[in-house]
């Protein structure tokens, strides 16, 4: 048996990693991957709450989470190709013309 | 302390491990390997929580497609590693570091307030399993379930469209 307490603390890191990652990048695609990394926390943290109140809804969540997951992924990197043809980089800093 | 516990505290310290090594390597092929590594640690968790569904999906959707997605878009724009983008510079680094220890401290305060309410609950016939998912699926969340699939054709043709050739 999982302690719930301790699935939530792992998934809390877990998601503060990701975080940490979409911050202190560059590249736009591993920025991408850090995203993963916090939707794969948060469904964690679903799922341990699944399992400790014993209902399949935090399951259907996650599920849904990752459908959202693969929308994302799939939009983000076609950014990213646009992105690249037409400034041949996919370093964030070199991209910030839409910031004043 | 019991068998699954004992496998899922070495399953975190693989997850916090390959997450480290995505968030901080400077090879991008390296970060999207290790995030295969580490989307199947939580694959494990899932099936440590008795999600066997969610286990499945994950290995198969998340290890298996998208991170084929991730690394044919990498090997297509990042040829041998060319003009591969470090990190951040020191101030928005120590802010960042910052900000990420106060969002795990308040995370942290969090828990004990929601570890009340004893054990867990005692689970029902199939919990996790693919008909038990379906059957809610197509029961109480039919109407989500069908927005989901409009979610994903508009980000179908949102991806044709970004990824299309110029026609000028």
């Given amino acids: 048996m999982v302690p719930f307490g301790s699935a939530l603390m792992v998934s809390a890191l877990l998601f503060v990693m990701g975080l940490v990652g979409v911050l202190i990048r560059r590249s736009a695609l591993v920025i991408l991957m850090g995203i993963e990394l916090m939707l794969n926390a948060a469904n964690l943290a679903f799922v341990a709450a699944a399992r400790h109140v014993g209902s399949m809804d935090g399951q259907l969540f996650a599920f849904f989470v990752m459908t959202v997951a693969a929308a994302e992924a799939a939009v983000g990197l076609a950014i990213v190709i646009a992105l690249f043809r037409r400034r041949r980089t996919t370093d964030v800093d070199q991209v910030s013309f839409l910031k004043w | ?168």
């Fill in chain 2, 1 to 168: 302390m019991s068998g699954r516990e004992l496998l899922f505290w070495a399953d975190a310290i693989v997850a916090v491990m390959t997450a480290g090594v995505v968030i901080l390597h400077r090879n991008p092929v390296v970060c999207a390997l290790s995030l295969v590594l580490h989307l199947c640690s939580v694959a494990l968790f899932f099936l440590l929580l008795d999600a066997t569904f969610l286990f499945a999906v994950q290995i198969i959707l998340y290890a298996g497609a998208i991170m084929v997605l991730f690394l044919f878009v990498i090997m297509l724009l990042d040829p041998a590693g060319e003009g591969v983008a470090g990190r951040a510079g020191k101030p928005q680094m120590a802010l960042t570091l910052a900000a990420a220890a106060a969002l795990l401290a308040v995370m942290a305060r969090a828990l004990p307030g929601l570890e009340k309410g004893g054990g867990a609950a005692a689970l029902p016939e199939g919990f996790g399993r693919i008909d038990g998912m379906g059957r809610l699926l197509f029961t109480e969340y039919l109407f989500p379930f069908e927005v989901a699939s409009v979610l994903l054709l508009v980000a179908m043709i949102g991806a044709l469209f970004m990824g299309r050739k110029e026609a000028d």
